[in-house]
């Protein structure tokens, strides 16, 4: 397998939907203290389906591309899927990650949940700012 597949070079490459949304219904916040990774996602939300979604993330290639393939896979999810989002799903929506990669499928999913639980509470994470794309 090569180290990562086309979906995630051209997403480490050219991320979309990077930034901050202001004024956003939802965000949420996660990291991995082990490697570091970190993704921010801020979201509008419309009759529980996600309109417009945004990522700031600082990290290796592979949790960017993550971050930035979610911004398009959620866009016109409904809440309760994003809730439920596997990370199975992540890793094929990035084509396949390598052993040392898969951490970041499931931080990208764990972002995803938290993202819909804080949406639901009426939660927003905050974090400083952080090296994005």
């Known amino acids: 397998m090569p180290r990562f597949s086309a979906t995630a070079i051209d997403h480490f490459t050219n991320p979309r939907n990077c930034g901050r949304l202001s004024s956003a219904d939802a965000s949420a916040f996660v990291g991995?203290?082990?490697?570091?990774?970190?993704?921010?996602?801020?979201?509008?939300?419309?009759?529980?389906?996600?309109?417009?979604?945004r990522f700031e993330a600082y990290g290796c290639s592979a949790a960017l591309a993550i971050a930035s393939i979610l911004t398009e896979r959620l866009r016109d999810m409904r809440i309760?899927?994003?809730?439920?989002?596997?990370?199975?799903?992540?890793?094929?929506?990035?084509?396949?990650?390598?052993?040392?990669?898969?951490?970041?499928?499931?931080?990208?999913?764990?972002?995803?949940?938290?993202?819909?639980?804080?949406?639901?509470?009426?939660?927003?994470?905050?974090?400083?700012?952080i090296a994005t794309c």
């Open 32 to 53: 991995n203290p082990v490697c570091g990774d970190r993704i921010l996602l801020t979201a509008r939300v419309q009759d529980d389906v996600v309109s417009e979604v």
């Open 80 to 129: 309760d899927d994003v809730a439920g989002l596997e990370v199975a799903q992540l890793r094929q929506w990035s084509g396949g990650l390598r052993p040392e990669q898969q951490h970041v499928a499931t931080l990208g999913a764990d972002a995803a949940h938290r993202l819909a639980d804080n949406y639901r509470k009426g939660i927003h994470d905050d974090a400083d700012t």
